[in-house]
């Protein structure tokens, strides 16, 4: 069975099991080398919240708070 045909069976069968999948909030994060960036999700009783922290060195140039914000949101509902 072909890899995305497998993962639509796998989100299926979550599906069923889970009939409800709440994307809660996100957190940033910075201290002076790091931006930590926090997901909540909640799956039924299940809470859970991954991380993803990123050297400060890979926005050398600045970015826009407002547009970095806006990204860091978007990516949690992927």
Known sequence: ??????NQVK???LRQK??????DSYKIER???NTKI?????MDDITFQ???TF??????RGIDEEFF???VFNLGMV
């Open 18 to 23: 889970h009939n409800l999948f709440i994307y």
């Open 38 to 42: 926090t997901y909540k999700y909640i």
């Open 1 to 6: 069975m072909a890899a995305y045909k497998q």
């Open 69 to 71: 914000e806006n990204l």
């Open 11 to 13: 989100y299926e069968m």
């Open 31 to 33: 201290d002076s080398q």
């Open 55 to 60: 050297s400060n060195s890979y926005f050398k």
């Open 50 to 52: 991954p991380t993803w």
